[in-house]
């Protein structure tokens, strides 16, 4: 079955940088669309990033916009997720989810956009 699993979160300081891999199986990761969501404590979980599975195309929440960078190895099932010039806002769970087909601009950010979800990883910013 679809499976999603992130890693690389962490403690990190602010201004720092952190890369999150969200590894895949159970699918061709090809025909798939993957975002990116976080979600800090006591808040709801937002949209962050997506990449879209055919054209490639890269989209970004604006808090985000310039400091994150969203890529794929499909040979290698993986999508990662750069993140640069970290916040203490930044803080909270980081979840990679899935949909077979492509993601436009206009629903990128939406939870329902998405049909398969990992268990995610803690991303804390802070000195």
């Known amino acids: 079955q679809e499976q999603l699993v992130e890693s690389g979160g962490g403690l990190v300081q602010p201004g720092g940088s952190l890369r999150l891999s969200c590894a895949t199986s159970?699918?061709?990761?090809?025909?798939?669309?993957i975002g990116w969501f976080r979600q800090a404590p006591g808040k709801e979980r937002e949209g962050v990033s997506c990449?879209?599975?055919?054209?490639?195309?890269?989209y970004y929440a604006d808090s985000v916009k310039g400091r994150f960078t969203i890529s794929r190895d499909n040979a290698e099932n993986l999508v990662y997720l750069q993140m640069n010039s970290l916040k203490p806002e930044d803080t909270a769970v980081y979840y990679c989810?899935?949909?077979?087909?492509?993601?436009?601009?206009?629903?990128?950010?939406?939870?329902?956009?998405?049909?398969?979800w990992g268990q995610g990883t803690q991303v804390t910013v802070s000195s």
């Open positions: 989810a899935a949909v077979r087909g492509t993601v436009v601009a206009s629903t990128f950010l939406w939870r329902r956009t998405y049909d398969y």
């Open positions: 159970g699918f061709t990761l090809d025909y798939y669309s």
């Open positions: 990449i879209s599975n055919s054209d490639g195309n890269t």
